[in-house]
């Protein structure tokens, strides 16, 4: 069995990829007392044959964000999906479907300047999704929508779509060039 460390190629992983041998605190790694983890029959055997490794991931980064820091991903692309993930968040907002209690507007609030009343945006915001996605074009849509919207890598999305490894990333880049196009991006 090799070590970890002789196939590390890049710094980084040294910590995704070493073992942690002994408790750190008294907690072994990867559990704390409060988690749950289900256990088989000989679960003792099996933990002392398998060291158990310490993985660090950052949750709020999305999947576009991973390929952007990666280099898979223009700075273009990157920017045209997360224009694209606003205009769909925002446009999720519910109308206001009450009365409005917030005090009279101040003077000068109102008119060309003033910013959007929170139901015209989510309206505009999502007339402005729905034509990045028509500018993306039908086969383009469905992971540019998933990938960038829903949060889902690139294998979930291929693996959801029915299409081969690996063959979501060029329509993913194809997708995002276009609606770069759309928001005129430089």
């Not at 942690?20 to 007392?33: E, H, Q, T, Y």
Request: charged letters at 25%.
């Amino acid at each position: 069995m090799t070590t970890p460390e002789s196939h590390v190629r890049h710094p980084g992983r040294l910590l995704v990829e070493r073992p942690l041998a002994a408790p750190v605190d008294g907690i072994r790694a990867g559990r704390d007392s409060g988690s749950t983890h289900a256990a088989s029959s000989n679960s003792a055997a099996s933990r002392a044959a398998r060291p158990t490794r310490s993985v660090t991931v950052n949750l709020a980064e999305s999947p576009l964000g991973w390929l952007h820091a990666r280099g898979l991903v223009s700075t273009r692309q990157f920017d045209a999906g997360e224009r694209l993930r606003a205009d769909w968040t925002i446009a999720q907002l519910g109308s206001r479907v009450t009365m409005r209690w917030d005090p009279h507007p101040a003077r000068g609030t109102r008119g060309a300047g003033a910013p959007l009343d929170p139901t015209l945006a989510g309206i505009a915001a999502k007339r402005r999704f729905d034509e990045a996605i028509e500018a993306a074009g039908k086969g383009l849509s469905d992971i540019l929508w998933r990938v960038v919207c829903d949060g889902a890598g690139l294998e979930a999305a291929e693996s959801a779509l029915g299409w081969p490894r690996r063959a979501g990333k060029l329509v993913l880049l194809m997708a995002l060039d276009r609606v770069a196009d759309y928001y005129r991006l430089p």
